[in-house]
């Protein structure tokens, strides 16, 4: 999963806030629902939430955030006695700036009901929270089984694939499955319904795509262009055409269906909603139409807020002097893209409930197994 770094240019990080509060808003209330829902089935004394993939940005705290004020909310409709305490962990790899998180969550505190008309009811009904950070892999389990009610995953993993940096019509076919392989999403599946409790919720949301063909799609636009840019690069001989043939990002974009298909063949989650939203790329442009207002700033906010998700990526590989380069070029052929055809991204929504039946079935098979001689 490409990691968000700590963004230190201001306009950078204004467009990555932008872009991450344009997807809450549209997810926010198949969230709520998931919150409610497990609330109102299970009625506990505490609810855990997981975060999986949190990164550290400015909005960070905002799923924590909805999820309180879903709850908060609830109780103050319900008239319940008492609201449950809630503990959420927000899971990261290591190398995330777990410290710029913690220094947020105290702000964070003073903000849960601020705006509220009837602060002392508002207070009274807001729930406890207590948030912890959690280092790791989430393609590893990260919990011990069965104590989670809620787990959220926001965000997506990678031969050659010469000269390209991501599938295009020219990528070969098993560089094709390598990518389906490594998004890995049956072994996520796995790992969380032994993490879930009973009837337990997972919300995920991940880049994907809106229809089947695998060659052609928005991550296809988005992630040629910038293949594109470093091949010229390759070509003024200022990168090494190796380095380009070595090199894939480690995303993959699947269709609602794939997914779909996935998760019925895992029979380890009911789908309870499965939605694509679309958004611009540039997350300056809100605008409905197939016209781009200005090309040339959208082109450069896109690049900017790509390159503030991958520059470590891009470092690693390329190394650092190379990539003001890469992405002024990078800037410019979005430009041209956007002068043409105005293109957007799609987000997959997807909410599951753990399929208690499926897991009775693994449970039984595994105390047959134990009790045989």
């Not at 968000?4 to 990080?13: A, F, T």
């Not at 004394?45 to 993939?53: I, Y």
């Not at 995953?153 to 094709?176: F, L």
């Not at 991204?345 to 208690?356: A, D, E, M, P």
């Amino acid at each position: 999963m490409a990691q968000v770094r700590q963004v230190q240019d201001p306009q950078s990080e204004e467009l990555i806030k932008a872009i991450q509060i344009s997807l809450i808003v549209k997810i926010r209330p198949v969230l709520d629902k998931v919150v409610t829902d497990m609330y109102t089935a299970m009625r506990p004394r505490t609810m855990v939430v997981a975060d999986l993939g949190c990164s550290s940005g400015p909005n960070t705290l905002t799923f924590v955030s909805s999820v309180i004020r879903a709850i908060g909310d609830y109780c103050r409709r319900s008239d319940c006695d008492q609201p449950p305490d809630l503990q959420f962990f927000l899971n990261d790899t290591p190398s995330n700036d777990f410290n710029s998180l913690f220094r947020a969550i105290d702000q964070f505190k003073k903000m849960v009901v601020v705006g509220k008309p009837n602060a002392r009811k508002t207070a009274r009904k807001t729930p406890s929270h207590y948030v912890v950070g959690l280092a790791g892999s989430f393609y590893r389990r990260l919990f011990p089984r069965r104590t989670l009610p809620i787990e959220l995953k926001v965000s997506s993993k990678t031969h050659m694939n010469r000269e390209n940096i991501y599938i295009t019509k020219t990528t070969p076919p098993s560089v094709v499955r390598m990518y389906q392989e490594q998004f890995d999403f049956s072994h996520f599946l796995k790992l969380r319904s032994e993490e879930l409790v009973l009837g337990g919720r997972m919300l995920l949301t991940f880049h994907g795509r809106k229809n089947n063909d695998v060659f052609y799609g928005d991550l296809n636009h988005l992630y040629g262009l910038l293949g594109e840019a470093i091949q010229s690069l390759v070509m003024e001989g200022l990168v090494d055409k190796e380095r380009l043939d070595s090199f894939n990002l480690p995303i993959y974009g699947p269709s609602v269906d794939e997914v779909h298909k996935i998760i019925k063949q895992s029979e380890l989650f009911n789908i309870n909603q499965i939605q694509l939203f679309e958004s611009n790329w540039d997350p300056d442009d809100d605008s409905d139409g197939n016209h781009v207002p200005n090309a040339i700033q959208s082109g450069m906010n896109v690049a900017k807020c790509l390159r503030a998700v991958m520059e470590p990526l891009f470092v690693s590989h390329f190394g650092e002097c190379i990539l003001d380069k890469i992405f002024q070029m990078y800037a410019r052929n979005v430009s041209k893209h956007l002068e043409k055809e105005k293109t957007n991204y799609s987000v997959i929504v997807v909410s599951l409930k753990g399929n208690n039946r499926s897991l009775r079935v693994t449970s039984s098979t595994k105390l047959e197994n134990t009790s045989k001689p």
